[in-house]
C-alpha cells in the first residue's frame, strides 16, 4: 500500500501511475477528494494529525508527500504537516517521498541550479523548504526529496497558467512580473510523479535529493509562442512589469507580497540541472509540447462544459 497525501496534479497522478501499475493507494486529503479508480481509496482526514495520519500509514510501503498548503501560510501549516507525514513513515518503516522544488536555493550565480548548489535561502518559503528537509534527514526515515521547476500540465499552477493562460484566453496582452526573455526552466507535472514513483524504490535515491527531469530552459515569451503555435492562435504580446509592482502592492495585498518575495526567480535567469538524475536513474524528460497539448485539452474541455 502507498499513502499518498494530497490530490493536487502531481498526487492525483502519482495515485494513478501506481493504481495502473496494480498498486493499492490510499490517498488522504481533507475533503477526500483524488481520482477514481478501484485501486485508490480515498480518506478526508487532516495531515497535521499526526495520530490519524499514522494510522492510515499503516502497512504503507511509501508516503508521499504531495501537500500543497495555503501559499500565503507556509509558515503555519507546513511544519506540523511535515512533521506528521515523517512520523506516519517512521511508524510504518515506510520511505518518505517529499515533493519539493527549487526555494531553498534562493538566488544562484547566473541561476544555475545543481544538487550540490548551496542551499542558500534569503526568504521565508525558502527557510521553510529547508528546515523540512533537514528535519526528515534528521528524523533516520528513508527520505529523499524530488526538486522541480516551475510546472506545466493541466492543473498545474505557476507563472504559464496565472499570467499567460488567462491572456491567452481572453486574447489580450501579458504582463508578467519578470523578464520575460530571461532562460527559464518547467517542469511537467508528470514527470514529477514519474521521479518519485520511480525514486521511492531506489535505495540509491534514499537520504539525497535529486531534480526531476526537466526540457531544456525556454523564455517566458518563447513558451507563450510556442503554445500560441500549438493551438493555431495569434501570437500573445508579452510585457515585463517593473520589479517595484508587486513589492508595492505587497504592502496591502498578501499574496502579492509572498510572490515578491520569490522575485528573483523571475528577474534573472533561473535553470534547473536535471543531468545528474538523468543518469543515474535513466529518467528522460518529457518533451515540452506534451505538457502544452495537455493543458490546451484540458481548457477546451473547461470552456465546453461552461457553455
Sequence with gaps: ????????????????LLADRGEHVRMVTRGGGGPTHELIERVAADASDTGRLTRLAEGAEVVYNCANPKYTEWTRLWFPMNDAMIAAAKASGAVYAITGNLYGYGPQPGGLMTEHSPLAATGRKGRVRNKMWQDALDSGVRTFEARASDYLGAGAVGVFSSVLLPAIKAGRAAWGPGD????????????????????????????RAWHVPSPEAISIRALADRYCDLTGQPRLKVHGMPRFVMRTAGVAVPMAREMAEMDYQFYAPFILDSSLTERTFGLKPTPLDVPLHETAAAAESTAARTM
Design 180 to 207: 520575460m526573455d530571461a532562460p527559464h526552466t518547467f517542469t511537467y507535472t508528470g514527470d514529477m510523479a514519474r521521479t518519485l514513483v520511480e525514486l521511492a524504490r531506489d535505495e540509491r535515491a534514499w537520504g
Design 1 to 16: 500500500m502507498h499513502l499518498i497525501v494530497g490530490s493536487g496534479p502531481i498526487g492525483s497522478t502519482v495515485a494513478r
